[in-house]
């Protein structure tokens, strides 16, 4: 920990492939790769960390084939840091769920149709081959805006399996294993979970389930539950989000890592991320607008292209969402850069009553 504000920290996480600084935003990059955008680019913009998509990389082009190219970094020639999530969150998300048991979660393969089972041993054993920086453990995932006894089921189901993941992971010095706080909108839950995956001593922890609809003051109070109770010399890891205020917030509370495909997926549906929030490229007032997306902003897109040329090209062209894509991670990483620069210069409440207009 490099610098404080109360409750807020900047941080350097030492991994195996590279030094980053915290807080941090990982863009997803579902199958090796950020949309449109190229490694090269990417780290020229800052980006630290990419996150990869376990389900989609076992389906294609499967962690065997990533494993005897030599690994996921080396596959994609992305020489900075990876995360890998578990895959679970994705068979919530885009498939329709035949069951989860004790065993796992079993769900509609999208070849064939025909059932598959992914077990805590066998996500593991996937993220080992793909060779990750960080892997995640395979939690029991409820949207908060479900009640009653499935979300206390899930939690405790998430504590029983991380320590399957725990014992199915066979490389802990190469591989960060973290594990993922449930539990709701459930203090007592929380608390249990968090209780229960500390006393595991993992290298890192997650808070997930959130982002998933719940409103901002529950979504906030649960991370500042989770945040007080982990410990302090291990990173904090609040999934799902992307939106700035919400990095600010929950940087302001504790956290340390963020994750969302907003920035990349608003990008394509023709938006840019500005200091006052967001700017629709497919307006027609941005037809004949000579001016750069941001004046304040020094990427390449806004040195070079004007938002009338965007507009031209936006859900028409694929240069539109590359061009958006890749001005909103450079305004996701630089709003990074100064949280972390605001916290250990001392100037974090400033810096936060300018973000705050975000």
Request: proline share 5%; glycine share 8%.
């Given at each position: ?21 915290t807080p941090l935003f990982m863009p997803v990059g579902t199958q090796g790769t950020i949309k449109g955008l190229t490694t090269s680019q990417l780290e020229e ?141 459930d203090p007592v839950l929380r608390d249990i979970c968090v209780k229960g995956l500390v006393e595991r001593n993992l290298p890192g922890y997650a808070i997930g ?150």
């Amino acid at each position: 920990i490099l610098g404080r504000f109360n409750r807020a920290r900047a941080a350097q996480l030492t991994l195996p492939h590279f030094v980053s600084q915290t807080p941090l935003f990982m863009p997803v990059g579902t199958q090796g790769t950020i949309k449109g955008l190229t490694t090269s680019q990417l780290e020229e913009i800052g980006c630290q960390i990419i996150l990869g998509n376990t389900y989609h990389l076992a389906l294609r082009p499967t962690s065997e084939l990533i494993d005897e190219l030599g690994g996921l970094h080396k596959f994609m020639n992305w020489p900075r840091a990876l995360l890998t999530d578990s895959g679970g969150f994705q068979m919530v998300s885009l498939l329709q769920l035949a069951d989860i048991t004790e065993k796992g979660v079993t769900f509609q393969s999208p070849v064939d149709g025909k059932p598959m089972l992914l077990t805590p041993e066998e996500s593991i054993q996937i993220q080992n081959r793909i060779g990750a920086d960080i892997i995640m453990a395979l939690d029991d995932v409820v949207r908060t805006t479900i009640t009653g006894p499935r979300i206390e089921e899930a939690m405790y189901r998430t504590l029983r399996w991380i320590d399957r993941c725990i014992t199915a992971h066979k490389r802990p010095h190469d591989q960060n294993l973290f594990g993922i706080v449930q539990g709701g909108l459930d203090p007592v839950l929380r608390d249990i979970c968090v209780k229960g995956l500390v006393e595991r001593n993992l290298p890192g922890y997650a808070i997930g389930g959130l982002a998933g609809g719940e409103d901002k003051d529950s979504f906030w109070r649960v991370v500042a539950q989770c945040t007080a109770a982990l410990p302090e010399d291990k990173p904090r890891y609040v999934m799902g989000v992307g939106y700035p205020l919400d990095i600010v917030v929950c940087s302001a509370l504790g956290a340390d890592m963020y994750d969302c495909v907003y920035p990349t997926r608003t990008a394509r549906f023709g938006t840019a991320l500005v200091p006052e929030g967001v700017l629709k490229l497919k307006n027609k007032a941005m037809a004949d607008d000579t001016r750069p997306i941001d004046s304040t902003c020094e990427c390449m897109v806004c040195k070079s292209y004007s938002r009338a040329y965007i507009h031209c090209l936006v859900t028409k062209d694929a240069m539109g969402s590359q061009l958006l894509s890749y001005h909103n991670l450079f305004y996701m990483m630089k709003l990074s850069r100064n949280l972390h620069a605001s916290i250990v210069e001392g100037r974090f409440p400033e810096y936060v009553c300018i973000a705050s207009l975000i």
